[in-house]
């Protein structure tokens, strides 16, 4: 019934956990590295050591079926003698209750995920999952937990009607000075309220290269002359191109790439002549990450990359970006959940908390510019 009258969102009860593991029937890592030598586990356990403080325990409704409720854990580094990791839940206010264990699906190389209906998920119902790692000698590594409620809520009849009566309007376009058409479409206009990266540009070239040279920064014209693009206005025109041809909004891969090389900068790991503007590869510790023969190719890649996380259509360009297959695909539709710290699958484009929150303050500059 609530398909036609109601629709149906997820509350946190508890933070989204970013766990810090405790160690359930192993003495120490160096003990558990001893049993397997051959298997040099005590590496993976020095890694997975330095990168727990990152696991994140989410929980989602499905965009697309909100009947299915996917809980993730997001395990960087997982050591290799973890068998599998398995999901405990329970009923918060149920103090008898022993809950159900289930098995995670592998979902990527770090991610593991179940995904429950509404036959085992009541609404208005407060639930808590805990995750644990399960090894080989049967011991388990506790990852961390995450509590949940999910709200049916009732609302007019009118509002699929609205939507759809908004699909078949076409979107109002005023002209820039330079000609260009500057869509008036409401990035935001979801359930959630969530900036969206697929859809029309909402920002000119224009708009974007005078918030470029509103910042009092050198653009490096020798170096990106060197891939093709010698200006500041030569560098929009080939981003805005790659975003139109890909359907990627133009005004999120711009301040993805000035936030990731500080506005051209290029501080960072990363060197101008790599032609890398959002950092693809790089994993901190001084790694460069990936090189790119030309401007284009590297804002072709970065483009690719969005529309990866974004949606799960296929490209209409020859890729480029060579971490393409690396992600799993539409789980990252919104600005806000690029990062991982925010996104409810335990993915995302980088692990810095609010990175979607930082990027959406580089858009909303851009966009009040007249």
Known sequence: MHKSKFWKIMLLVGVL????????????????????????????????EETKDQILISAALDEKDEDICHISAAV??????????TFHLIQRDQ????GKWYKGKKKSQEIFQISLDE?????DVA???????????????????????????????????EKENEKEEKSEASVSANGQSAFVDDATNNELGYYTIMGNSTATVEQMVKEYNSQSVEYPSEALGNGGAS????????????????????????????????WLQFRGDSQVEQFNFAGLGTTGGGVKGIYFPDVQTGLRAQVQHLKAYASSDKLNEECVDERFDLVTRE???????????????????????????????????????K
Not at 119 to 123: A, D, F, G, R, V
Not at 356 to 362: E, F
Request: proline content about 3%; some cysteine; overall charge negative.
């Open 127 to 161: 639930y808590e999952v805990k995750a644990y790692a399960k090894k080989e000698d049967k011991s388990s590594i506790y990852l961390g937990k995450t509590a949940f409620l999910i709200s049916e809520e009732e609302v007019a009849l009118k509002r699929e009607d």
């Open 331 to 369: 789980t990252a539709p919104y600005v806000e959940w690029l990062g991982i710290q925010e996104n409810p699958y335990g993915g995302g484009w980088a692990a810095g908390a609010d990175y979607g929150a930082k990027l959406l303050r580089i858009i909303s500059d851009l966009k009040a510019i």
């Open 95 to 98: 103090i008898d209750d022993k």
């Open 119 to 123: 036959t085992e998920l009541k609404t």
């Open 231 to 262: 200006t500041i206005e030569e560098f929009c025109e080939i981003l805005y191109e790659e975003c139109e041809k890909e359907g990627v909004r133009a005004e999120v891969a711009f301040a993805q790439s000035m936030l990731e090389t500080g």
């Open 76 to 85: 960087p580094n997982i050591p290799g003698d973890v068998e599998k990791v």
């Open 17 to 48: 956990c970013m766990a810090t593991p405790t160690w359930a029937g192993v003495k120490s890592v160096q003990q558990t590295a001893e049993i397997s030598e051959e298997s040099d586990l005590e590496k993976d356990y020095e890694a997975f």
